[in-house]
T-cell receptor
Framework: GQNIDQPTEMTATEGAIVQINCTYQ??????LFWYQQHAGEAPTFLSY??LDGLEEKGRFSSFLSRSKGYSYLLLKELQMKDSASYLC??????????WGAGTKLIIKP | EPEVTQTPSHQVTQMGQEVILRCVPI?????FYWYRQILGQKVEFLVS????????KSEIFDDQFSVERPDGSNFTLKIRSTKLEDSAMYFC?????????????FGEGSWLTVV
């Protein structure tokens, strides 16, 4: 079956670093996406990983281990505006994304 | 930056009525999608569309749903006879080509409330 797991909620402090984990079991794998979603808004693209390793993009980095079915999103120098849900999604084919339930990140001053 | 646009942003409809949600994908994109998100729940795939036909659809996308690209720019989702459980945010998305690394861009969503 298909399963994508991520923590439901995390809390972090402004200026700190937080790591959001995602594990997946899917019948196929063609890449993993991380999206940010503010309440009531559409998901916005953060990162894409298809090969093992770390992809860095400014304050955000994403890591993938295909053998472990594991990814994480690392957010540095947290800002209040980073308070949002972070969605892990796996693509098995060219056509659809399979979504995790999202991790709600709460940033405290 | 080009964007996916959706109308209406919010629609309230009575149970049993037909609803059409409209989307204008990014102009040079070839793959189109509809997703939905029930309040507080995960995003769910409904359907993908390529070359004027459905490529994949989920179990949610039953006979009451249909999609159409009537004029080369609009991409519509029709719900024939709405049910209370169809209340959700519906997101249209598009992607430039079949390279799975290319970003899927989302519209801002159409919030459907069935009463």
């Amino acid at each position: 079956g298909q399963n994508i797991d991520q923590p439901t909620e995390m809390t972090a402090t402004e200026g700190a670093i937080v790591q959001i984990n995602c594990t997946y079991q899917t019948s196929g794998f063609n890449g993993l996406f991380w999206y940010q979603q503010h309440a009531g808004e559409a998901p916005t693209f953060l990162s894409y990983n298809v090969l093992d390793g770390l992809e860095e993009k400014g304050r955000f980095s994403s890591f993938l281990s295909r053998s472990k079915g594991y990814s994480y999103l690392l957010l540095k120098e947290l800002q209040m505006k980073d308070s949002a849900s972070y969605l892990c999604a796996v693509t098995e084919s060219n056509y659809q994304l399979i979504w995790g339930a999202g991790t709600k990140l709460i940033i405290k001053p | 930056e080009p964007e996916v646009t959706q109308t209406p942003s919010h629609q309230v409809t009575q149970m049993g009525q037909e609803v059409i949600l409209r989307c204008v994908p990014i102009s040079n994109h070839l793959y189109f999608y509809w997703y939905r998100q029930i309040l507080g729940q995960k995003v769910e795939f409904l359907v993908s569309f390529y070359n004027n036909e459905i490529s994949e659809k989920s179990e949610i996308f039953d006979d009451q749903f249909s999609v159409e690209r009537p004029d080369g720019s609009n991409f519509t989702l029709k719900i024939r006879s709405t049910k209370l459980e169809d209340s959700a945010m519906y997101f249209c998305a598009s992607r430039i080509d079949s390279n799975s690394g290319n970003t899927i861009y989302f519209g801002e969503g159409s919030w459907l409330t069935v009463v």
